[in-house]
T-cell receptor, first 110, second 111 residues
Framework: GQSLEQPSEVTAVEGAIVQINCTYQ??????LSWYQQHDGGAPTFLSY????GLEETGRFSSFLSRSDSYGYLLLQELQMKDSASYFC???????????FGGGTRVLVKP | DADVTQTPRNRITKTGKRIMLECSQT?????MYWYRQDPGLGLRLIYY???????NKGEISDGYSVSRQAQAKFSLSLESAIPNQTALYFC??????????FGPGTRLTVL
């Protein structure tokens, strides 16, 4: 089966760095995706790790370690607009279905 | 215009009523998905379709049915709505790679 665990909430100040961890137990795991969802909005794609290592997209980076069944999303230079929920999702098999974690609510304070 | 649209955006209905939620996309993707989101929780897959003739159950398909009328249209039906189906419903599309594109969501309340 598939399950993903991530912290429920993180609070940080503007300009800080936040790391959201995601541990998973999946069979047939292909890769780890991250989505952002603002209150009342739709999830939007942030990044994808199909291979181990770090993927960087502007202020956001994502990391995957298959040997540790672990990944994280790193939010740098936090801005107020980064206040949102962030979901990790495992892909199985490639391109077909996603299983989502419960989401991490990030609150950015001035 | 949005690439993935859902109608209605909000719906309040009564227990036992039949409800249809519609999804249309202009992205040209073959793959379409219906998810349900409950407050404070992640998204759970209800049904998915890889082309017009392909329908697959997700993890929580009981009480729901779907119809893929065309490549661009995928509808979700609740044959007899019950209160615990009150949730936010999202349609999504995918092109077989790593990204899914979500519609704006339908907020359904079953009284």
């Amino acid at each position: 089966g598939q399950s993903l665990e991530q912290p429920s909430e993180v609070t940080a100040v503007e300009g800080a760095i936040v790391q959201i961890n995601c541990t998973y137990q999946t069979s047939g795991f292909y890769g780890l995706s991250w989505y952002q969802q603002h209150d009342g909005g739709a999830p939007t794609f942030l990044s994808y790790n199909g291979l181990d290592g770090l993927e960087e997209t502007g202020r956001f980076s994502s990391f995957l370690s298959r040997s540790d069944s672990y990944g994280y999303l790193l939010l740098q230079e936090l801005q107020m607009k980064d206040s949102a929920s962030y979901f990790c999702a495992s892909e199985f098999p490639a391109g077909n279905k996603l299983t989502f974690g419960g989401g991490t609510r990030v609150l950015v304070k001035p | 215009d949005a690439d993935v649209t859902q109608t209605p955006r909000n719906r309040i209905t009564k227990t036992g009523k039949r409800i249809m939620l519609e999804c249309s996309q202009t992205k040209g993707h073959d793959r379409m998905y219906w998810y349900r989101q409950d407050p404070g929780l992640g998204l759970r897959l209800i049904y998915y379709s890889f082309d017009v003739k392909d329908i697959n159950k997700g993890e929580i398909s009981d009480g729901y049915s779907v119809s893929r009328q065309a490549q661009a249209k995928f509808s979700l039906s609740l044959e007899s709505a019950i209160p615990n189906q009150t949730a936010l419903y999202f349609c999504a599309t995918g092109d077989g790679r790593d990204t899914q594109y979500f519609g704006p969501g339908t907020r359904l309340t079953v009284l």
